[in-house]
């Protein structure tokens, strides 16, 4: 009987008699509404809170944080800082201060937001915040309230809303870990391109291919072991138990990659038990149900289709190991060897580099509609 037929789903909409078989979209939107990403902790909030509320004041049992407003950043984030923007995508010529128009697409819990929220607060720029989870954007405004930002509009909608939403052009994107979740990156890159000025510029962050080789194994499992499980909370557990089968050495093999920081706090959440912040990463990292990744050749591709030129990578580590200048692996080699390697472009140098070292996994880079933006 057909109701009684199991429903596979394929990111397309399947019916069946009586019922409707899920997409892989939705259950890409149910997972950021029940884990807003990245995940922001009770410490960074109570941080966060002590370093920009002045007072609290309270009315009728409702009480308000007053910000400092001349706090001094509490995080500096480099690839999102005005001096390293303007140097790789505005040749060092950019004010900011000329109406500059920012749009931060997937915006999530709000780290780009207030980021950037905090440099511009004191200009005419506009930051245009936009993201398909509500729960995410109201943390993201929460934040930005507590610091007393200003020039922020929000909309909850999706990147493939864009062109229908008549957002006007953007000076700078700034998308990280957004496009390679979307049912058609492509599209997704092309419409942030076409949201550009003429000589607008992209900060943009991808997943690596190479260096979540490990990654993609373990989600291979967690598929296998999560096969008709549709609760969430159930899918953690099993993810915990599966990690918790392997020695240490090799699961710190799989889900380390070096460029990617400290991970003692996601090993921490496996043998010490889960909290919030474990769920929402660990969710993200091995359950996702939309999840792809480039290589570097596949990165170039992917922003010459869009009509964009690269111009960097940012990631400061990135930019070392995806170069031939890595003495580790590459100085010893002999002379002939040498020059070959010297007469290859530029792609062809990362990508080497890139399947040499086999660490990357994640390919953070600026793109601009103009080639000489640097």
Request: charged share 20%; glycine share 8%; net charge negative.
């Amino acid at each position: 009987h057909m109701l009684g037929m199991r429903c596979l789903c394929l990111a397309v909409v399947m019916l069946v008699v009586g019922g409707h078989c899920r997409t892989t979209s939705e259950d890409v939107i149910e997972q950021y509404t029940d884990y807003p990403y990245p995940a922001y902790s009770d410490n960074e909030q109570i941080g966060d809170v002590a370093h920009y509320i002045l007072r609290t004041n309270c009315f009728h049992g409702v009480c308000n944080g007053v910000p400092r407003n001349d706090t001094l950043p509490r995080f500096y984030h480099y690839t999102i800082a005005l001096d390293v923007l303007n140097t790789y995508l505005y040749k060092g010529e950019e004010t900011f201060e000329n109406n500059f128009r920012v749009l931060l697409p997937g915006g999530g819990t709000g780290s780009v937001v207030v980021g950037l929220g905090e440099q511009l607060n004191h200009t005419n720029a506009e930051i245009v915040y936009l993201d398909f989870s509500l729960a995410s954007m109201k943390i993201a405004q929460s934040r930005a309230a507590m610091m007393g930002l200003s020039g922020i509009s929000w909309y909850n909608d999706r990147i493939e809303s864009i062109p229908q939403l008549n957002l006007g052009k953007f000076n700078l994107i700034e998308c990280s870990g957004v496009l390679h979740h979307l049912p058609n990156p492509q599209q997704g890159l092309n419409i942030l391109a076409d949201s550009l000025t003429e000589n607008g510029g992209m900060s943009i962050m991808v997943y690596g291919r190479v260096g979540r080789t490990g990654v993609y194994h373990l989600q291979e499992l967690v598929r296998m072991i999560n096969m008709g499980v549709t609760n969430r909370e159930e899918e953690l557990n099993n993810v915990q138990k599966l990690l918790r089968s392997f020695d240490n050495h090799t699961l710190e093999r799989m889900i380390d990659s070096r460029l990617n920081g400290d991970q003692r706090y996601f090993m921490n959440g496996i043998y010490n038990g889960r909290h919030d912040s474990w769920d929402v990463e660990a969710y993200d990292r091995l359950c996702h149900k939309q999840d792809r990744a480039y290589t570097v050749k596949e990165m170039f591709e992917f922003i010459k289709n869009a009509g964009l030129y690269f111009i960097s990578s940012h990631g400061p580590a990135e930019k070392f190991v995806l170069s031939l200048e890595h003495n580790q692996y590459f100085g010893e080699l002999d002379e002939k060897t040498r020059r070959h390697l010297k007469r290859l472009s530029e792609e062809e140098k990362m990508a080497v580099a890139e399947l040499v070292d086999g660490s990357v996994d994640n390919h953070y880079f600026y793109a601009s509609r103009i080639e000489d933006a640097e």
